[in-house]
């Protein structure tokens, strides 16, 4: 037996250090711009945790994700609207409408399994989008510009380096508890279900309830990510519900690996760098076309689902040999 920690477990401590260092490592020049950098890949490690809950411990594929971080939100870009900045109040409107949309999504995609669950979800997000370009008062599909939460006189998320260790903070207490949930017996039941859900319910467990606390879990914390999503933007707009945003969480998990916590913030670092710097970098190689970086985006993603059919977390064993 050794005292050491596991190797992916070794590997997460040393992405969340890093994080926690970055700001004060970051050259003064060119600061705010890693600052906010960083705080989009805690955001979005933040989303795709949540769907791995769901999609690689549970077996979910969910097309319908990113309505969760649209309404997480639009939950606070609204009451910033009509002038109430009261970042508790915002973030608590936030998970509960995350959480009451899952629950009633739920129970109706649920009922399906395959392709029937995944259109039912897909549907749902695209139902959702429409709407958000229907609500001319709140910029249709232009959007419209937000102010930044307020928690206390003089704590205000428009500051770069508060709103970067409150997602940072945010991120350590979701990979803290989504590490406890899926080592519980709720876990237990989620991945059974994932691996034989008949023979699941043979044994007298209801699988039901669990998928769909899961699921509504799943919502609560993708609507604080949205939350602290506009907060960074500065601006809402409906095209964060758009089923593209779903399959991008998707391919974060891809990338990284699912059903492995530590995978879904790999995932979503390596995405975050692609997205941001790949396009310049095509940019000035082959001016003129750094819009078009999806082309070689696309190869690059084949290639990784060929060698790394589990991720980019696959080599990685998950114990030391030799040990427990």
């Known amino acids: ?75 606070v870009a609204i009451l910033s609207f009509y002038g109430n900045d009261n970042g508790w109040l915002q973030f608590a409107l936030a998970i509960l409408g995350s959480g009451l949309l899952a629950l009633l999504i739920g129970p109706i995609a649920l009922r399906t399994t395959g392709v029937y669950f995944i259109m039912i979800t897909l549907g749902m997000t695209q139902m959702l989008y429409y709407i958000g370009i229907s609500l001319g008062q709140f910029g249709g599909d232009d959007g419209f510009r937000t102010r930044r939460s307020l928690f206390a006189p003089g704590v205000t998320l428009a500051d770069p380096l508060t709103l970067y260790y409150l997602s940072f903070a945010v991120l350590m207490l979701v990979m803290i508890g989504m590490h406890r949930i899926v080592n519980s017996r709720f876990g237990t039941v989620l991945r059974a279900a994932k691996s034989n859900e008949r023979r699941a319910q043979s044994l007298g467990v209801a699988t ?35 089923w593209i945003r779903s399959g991008d969480l998707m391919v974060m998990l891809l990338m990284g690996g699912q059903g492995t916590l530590v995978g879904a913030l790999i995932g979503a670092a390596v995405f975050q760098v692609i997205e941001t710097f790949l396009p310049d970098t095509i940019e000035a190689l082959l001016p003129g076309q750094g819009q078009n970086w999806e082309v070689l985006f696309g190869p690059l993603l084949i290639l990784l689902v060929l060698f790394f059919k589990g991720g980019l977390i696959s080599p990685i064993p998950r114990r030391w040999r030799g040990g427990r």
């Open 1 to 75: 037996m050794t005292l050491l920690p596991s190797p992916r477990a070794a590997i997460a401590l040393a992405l969340l250090l890093a994080l926690a260092l970055l700001p004060f490592v970051v050259p003064e020049q060119g600061g705010v711009f890693l600052v906010n950098f960083g705080t989009r890949v805690m955001v979005f490690a933040i989303a795709a945790i949540s769907l791995d809950l769901i999609l690689g411990y549970g077996g979910m594929v969910s097309f319908g994700h990113a309505a969760y971080i649209g309404i997480g939100g639009y939950a």
């Open 208 to 242: 039901f309830p669990y998928k769909l606390a899961g699921f509504g879990l799943a919502g609560m914390v993708c609507g604080v990510a949205g939350a602290l999503n506009v907060n960074l933007k500065g601006f809402m707009t409906p095209d964060y519900m758009h």
